[in-house]
């Protein structure tokens, strides 16, 4: 056993990280385990925007003077004006011919979406009346869609009046309830694709510059190419017509592939900050450029400090060095001018390369040729803030990098303390499972953490199975019960922390209350003295409201549960109450509760200490007359002798709570 392994399998000491909606997080103190609490804030996480980015004028102008039909487009225009749905996929099937689309029938705006969001999370308020929105599901680490999420896209654009185009990269994977709206769009005559393009920007010159096309390039395009290869023979038509290149360097640039073209643009004069900018914008292409820079310069940082001998400190940058628009022209990237999508009258700018393939390809680049850099990129990936095009990027190296050991940087952020770290693997594998057809090896992993003596592997795979509880349901919580039985407090936790996101989820809450019941009960547990009973009494906790964040802030609404479910409540408190550890617990809570109840409005509508102690000590006994509690004191004092006056008063104050409320 090599070094290396038997420090993966030691338990890792863990640290409280809180990360909240999009993984904004801060790495707190280091304690025994992570809070269960931050883990609760973490999966349940707020949604991303919803709104990415609005078509401007300039778009509009381009697609109206550049697009050229492609087969299925009629179909597809028929299809829009008679339902609020149209799912579009083939080679002619990209942004311009759905902007198009939604133009050509009279829509006031054409927004798109956030590929990030599910298109079921979506909410009513969300969307506008009589605008066009573009979502697309192309590319590595792809949002999914399944039969309810297009249900429920196609009622709220009935309801709202607005139309959405949908993009797919596969049309096996368009759900069954959309495949009647589907239409293929085949790729448009790629040569008149390129002299559309050559006179719209070349007006005045295309009688000098489509000639050279013909003669050369337009030789080199065939039926099939995509619409984005014909644009780029156009700009090299103009750049050969100018004198800038020659015809044989323009031939061998149309054929060369995003990898060689992003290894040739790469110089050897390029600082930090030429590397730095050309990965923030693969990592975030399309996003605001402020968001863009910021990763750059957290990336600069990082590179110059992993660079920095151990006596030195890092020195300033110059100020005023290079300006932004000669950086992102030395990487071949621009910017655009938009509508801000939140805030009225106000804009934002978008940056992304010239050439649409660009982005997967540079991320390729730096992890198949920069190896010793990786943790360096892994560490800047986490603190990015980003999860989604985290998740996105992990995605496209691990598939388009050839390696004998794919996995390999998840299991480094799996073993990592830091939740958020082990977060994003467990998100990555799911879209690694979900998405990429690769759910044989993601699997396989996570049966080897979950077995293996490391805390943090075990937690990982809890959070995997969190997130895939929905579509495996039986799988995930048979894995999440030989998670619970973990030794170490961490991954019971997480289990913890997923049950009671489940228990959120009306649907799930009846699965739950069986299961914790089951695992309070489970002979192996009461035999073994493994970790599942105790989970299950962790969850008691917080499900009776015994146990909550430090603001007292309740993760389900136990009135509602108690009402519903009277019984298991009523056992899961008895059961509580007489354990030896958490029944102490359980009397100091009711203890609070009876001391704060003085000094309150008894009758106030309010959720209040005085009704809390109510509701569980009435789980306890719902005849709270002197003479029908005594039998249930003194069962409890016999449990907890040294608490006896504390329970005669614990009772006493929820009888007077009872009588003040009549």
């Known amino acids: 056993m090599t ?13 409280d990280n809180t990360v909240n909606g999009k993984m904004n997080g801060a790495q707190a103190e280091t304690i025994e385990e992570v809070k269960i609490w931050n883990i609760y804030k973490t999966i349940q996480s707020d949604e991303p925007d919803l709104l990415a980015w609005e078509a401007n004028d300039e778009d509009l102008t381009q697609v109206r003077r550049q697009f050229i039909e492609p087969e299925g487009f009629t179909m597809a225009r028929e299809a829009l004006k008679t339902a609020p749905i149209v799912v579009l996929h083939g080679l002619g099937s990209g942004r311009f011919a759905a902007t198009r689309l939604l133009d050509e029938l009279g829509y006031s705006r ?30 590595p680490g792809r949002t999914p869609m399944d039969n309810m999420d297009f249900a429920r896209a196609v009622s709220l654009c009935r309801t709202k009046q607005c139309a959405l185009v949908i993009l797919f990269d596969r049309p096996e994977e368009i759900p ?22 050559i006179r719209d920007r070349k007006h005045d010159e295309a009688g000098d510059i489509l000639p050279l096309f013909h003669a050369g390039l337009a030789l080199k395009l065939s039926v099939a190419d995509p619409p984005h290869k014909a644009v780029r023979a ?44 050309f990965l923030a914008v693969a990592f975030l292409e399309n996003k605001p450029f402020d968001r863009v820079a910021a990763q750059a310069v957290a990336l600069d940082t990082l590179v110059r400090k992993a660079e920095l001998p151990s006596d030195k400190t ?66 800047w990936m986490c603190d990015s803030n980003e999860p989604e095009a985290a998740v996105k990027a992990l995605c496209t190296v691990i598939v388009g990098v050839p390696a004998h050991d794919p996995l390999r940087p998840l299991e480094t952020l799996a073993a990592n303390n830091r939740l958020s770290h082990r977060y994003l693997a467990a998100q990555t594998l799911v879209k690694l499972a979900d998405e990429h057809r690769h759910s044989g090896l993601v ?43 973990s ?28 299961t914790v019941n089951h695992w309070m009960n489970d002979p192996q547990s009461l035999r073994d003295r493994d970790g599942l009973r105790a989970v299950a009494l962790e969850i008691a906790l917080w499900i009776l409201g015994i146990q909550t964040d430090k603001e007292n802030i309740l993760v389900v609404d136990t009135k509602i549960l108690g009402d519903r479910y009277p019984d298991e409540l009523r056992d899961l408190a008895w059961t509580i109450a007489l354990h030896r550890k958490h029944g102490v617990t359980m009397l100091r809570r009711l203890e609070e509760w009876s001391l704060k109840a003085r000094f309150e409005d008894k009758r106030s509508k309010l959720r209040n200490n005085g009704s809390e102690l109510l509701r569980v000590v009435s789980l306890l006994q719902s005849d709270l007359r002197w003479w029908r509690r005594l039998p249930d004191e003194l069962l409890l004092s016999h449990r907890h002798p040294g608490r006896r006056a504390m329970i005669r008063r614990i009772f006493r104050a929820a009888r007077a709570v009872e009588r003040s409320l009549r």
């Open 314 to 379: 890092l020195r300033p940058r110059r100020i005023f060095t290079k300006p932004k628009d000669k950086l992102l022209r030395t990487i071949r990237a621009a910017t655009a001018r938009r509508t801000h999508p939140r805030h009225p009258g106000l804009q934002e700018q978008t940056v992304r390369f010239e050439q649409p393939d660009w982005a997967d390809a540079v991320l390729r680049r730096f992890w198949q040729q920069y190896h010793l850099d990786h943790q360096t990129l892994l560490k």
């Open 234 to 277: 156009a700009e090299l038509a103009i750049e050969l017509a100018s004198g800038k290149i020659e015809e044989s360097d323009a031939l061998r640039l149309l054929d060369e592939d995003a990898d060689r073209a992003v290894a040739a643009l790469i110089e050897d004069w390029w600082s930090t900050e030429e590397f730095t900018m």
């Open 110 to 139: 054409i927004v798109h979406l956030n590929s990030a969001r599910r298109l079921g999370s979506i909410d009513e308020q969300e969307l506008d009346g009589r605008v066009g929105y573009i979502w697309q599901r192309v590319g």
């Open 176 to 197: 069954g309830y959309a495949v009647s709206t589907a239409v293929k769009l085949e790729a448009p005559a790629p040569v008149e694709v390129a002299e559309s393009v």
């Open 3 to 15: 070094e290396n392994t038997q420090q993966q399998q030691q338990p890792q000491k863990q640290v």
């Open 487 to 514: 030794e170490w407090r961490g991954p019971r936790n997480a289990v913890v922390a997923i049950m009671l996101a489940l228990l959120a989820r009306e649907k799930y809450r009846d699965l739950v209350l069986t």
């Open 443 to 485: 699997e396989e992993t996570l049966d080897r953490w979950v077995e293996s003596r490391s805390s943090n592997y075990k937690f990982t795979a809890a959070l995997y199975y969190g997130s895939r509880f929905e579509q495996h349901t039986k799988r995930a919580l048979a894995q999440l019960t030989r998670i619970a039985r």
